[in-house]
């Protein structure tokens, strides 16, 4: 089974607050965010070969709005890219799409009291992550 | 990129302790649990169709030595499951692997205190869940 952008997406919105409703600005939230991407990816794809390399990934992540550090960024090649370090668009959307989850995810459940870290339950933990 | 299962264990293990090396003990640790689940899987596929519906999916979760409560369960499935809410043995694999890949992350990082709860910054969080 592939594992979709959009329903990483829906699912993780579904966990964090299962009383809320997903209505069209969302939908058009993430619709825009990989209009963005796709947008990015092809300005990076310097030489048009259909996927970026680690160095073209890097300015594309910067170019997107995400300023990753190192250990972030090599993780997201590690799992995203092939074994020649080349991304494809798909895995771009997907890998940077679950950073962007992820990071809403965290500030959702920050907000109460803004400590700049979750606390996390057995049972929270695996619900948040099995996605 | 289809995310493999093996993959999931071996970039979170990395992500909990980067010193960790893995050895022959986890690489056959990792084997039998699939041996494992390939057996459970075919004995609750009772009428050899190929795949599990949600009830025989209950059935080999327990039988795999998984207590999920409906909560958990239900998210296997919408995450998991197709439409019609069966499920392959690849994805019956990838989702039980990763829920005990998750369930020993959590143990690992409450080694210390034994709390039951865990407690990440943003940095942490993102490392543990962009896999």
Known sequence: MRI????????????????????????????????????????????KSGTIDSM?????????????NNRLLD?????YADDKLQMELDDFITSLIRLEVMFRVFQILDNKEKTGSITLNLQQWLLLTIC
């Open 56 to 68: 073209e990934l890097r300015n594309a992540t910067g170019d997107a709005g995400f300023q990753l």
């Open 4 to 47: 979709h952008s959009h329903e990483i997406y829906l699912n993780l919105h579904k966990q964090v607050d299962a009383s809320r409703t997903l209505g069209y600005g969302e939908f058009k939230f993430l619709w825009d965010k990989i209009k963005k991407l796709v947008a990015v990816y092809k300005k990076h794809d310097v030489d």
């Open 75 to 79: 993780l997201i090649i590690a799992r």
